[in-house]
């Protein structure tokens, strides 16, 4: 668990998708944070949208950013609690062929240590689609730290070893 300095960078295209029904871009401070540390990582910032907590609007901005070869990952934040209005991972879930379900599990478990049993709360959650890698953090700041810090910026890093989900993207459409 450790980067590999003799291997190449490779930096991903990345677009950041907020899901919010009351922010805006001069107010999202969680997407403003995964900006900031996805290009302070190397990566490019492939695009970048709010929508609505809508279903089948987050499954358009999503088929949109699938299709488009200039889009390798999509990382959203919000929408993923267990309210009504909170529909990401069900969005996600109507685009993705396979889900990753060890994100999920592996992002509450390093939640815990900040924030204790509210974790529970987080339906967190990520998969692939046509080649594409998908993500949904919670909306909270401290939920981009978590995911991006914990989870992200090593697992999309071609130097990270043992393994990586990069080095995996060459392979993501075989059948």
Known sequence: MAIDESRAFRP??????????????????????LVARLTG???ILADRDIVRDDA???????????????????ISTGGTGVTGRDVTPEAF???????????GELF?????????T???????CAGVARGTYLFALPGSTGAVKDGWDGILKDQLDSRHTPCNF?????RLKER
């Open 93 to 103: 879930a109507r685009v993705w062929e396979k889900e990753i379900a060890g994100f």
């Open 166 to 170: 990069v080095e995996l993207m060459p």
């Open 12 to 33: 991903v295209r990345i677009a950041v998708l907020t899901v919010s029904d009351s922010r805006n871009r001069a107010d999202d401070r969680s997407g403003d944070t």
């Open 108 to 116: 509450r478990w390093l939640s815990y240590r900040t924030i204790g």
């Open 41 to 43: 990582a190397g990566h």
């Open 56 to 74: 089948d609007a987050i499954v358009a901005k999503l088929e949109g950013w699938i299709a488009d070869s200039r889009v390798d990952c999509v």
């Open 118 to 124: 509210s974790t529970i709360q987080s339906r967190a």
